[in-house]
């Protein structure tokens, strides 16, 4: 009996002990930082210009100069390689500018070189894609593409779980640096086809779709 007693009394003082440790440790961690804004460059659907982002696939094509054009892929830090010219900035900038910058570098090595570029895969910056989060069917980020609604977004990600609640979703948006949310009444919309319950979004939106309390 006096050994279970000391036994029970010894394991309470190590759960104690545990614990305290436990505590301890919780307290002691650090807490990272926010992570830095990045605000999308595009404010409005009307000026909208599709930017290149890592991933993208790239035709690069310069006038006579067959041996210098090609196929190439922005690496995950924003830049290229090319025939004749390394590490060129990529990400961010349209194709156009960027065929600017890419003649600029190979003026060095040729004679007024004319360069052409297009997009054969489209991913785009972080900064510019939409990043639906929550009970949709298959959350994800998403390409932005011009005049794109909230059904447009929706249709990409599947539509809404069965434990979705649709009207309670969320849309933040970064406006003048500072963080906006909007209520977005997703069910209506692709349930019972209210289109007045369709919205403009835009590059950088962030859609939370939370799981509704039954």
């Given at each position: 009996m006096k050994d279970l007693i000391r036994l029970d009394r010894t394991t309470r003082l190590l759960s104690i002990a545990l614990l305290t440790i436990s505590t301890a440790s919780c307290s002691s961690l650090q807490v990272l930082p926010p992570a830095t804004l990045y605000p999308a460059k595009t404010d409005s659907a009307a000026a909208y210009n599709y930017l290149i982002g890592p991933g993208d696939k790239l035709n690069i094509f310069v006038w006579r100069n067959p041996e210098v054009s090609g196929n190439f892929i922005v690496r995950p830090d924003g830049k290229i390689t090319t025939s004749l010219v390394e590490d060129i900035p990529a990400s961010g900038k349209t194709p156009t500018q960027l065929a600017r910058t890419i003649e600029e570098r190979l003026g060095v090595y040729l004679r007024e070189p004319i360069v052409t570029v297009t997009i054969g895969s489209f991913v785009g910056p972080y900064s510019e894609q939409i990043r639906v989060i929550g009970e949709a069917v298959e959350p994800k980020a998403v390409s932005y593409g011009k005049n794109m609604t909230l059904l447009d977004v929706m249709i990409t990600v599947g539509g809404l779980t069965e434990f979705a609640d649709g009207n309670d979703a969320v849309l933040v948006r970064i406006e003048n640096g500072k963080q906006?949310?909007?209520?977005?009444?997703?069910?209506?919309?692709?349930?019972?086809?209210?289109?007045k319950a369709n919205v403009d979004v835009l590059p950088g939106d962030i859609i939370v779709i939370p799981e509704a309390w039954f």
């Open positions: 906006q949310e909007y209520v977005l009444r997703i069910e209506d919309l692709i349930k019972y086809g209210e289109i």
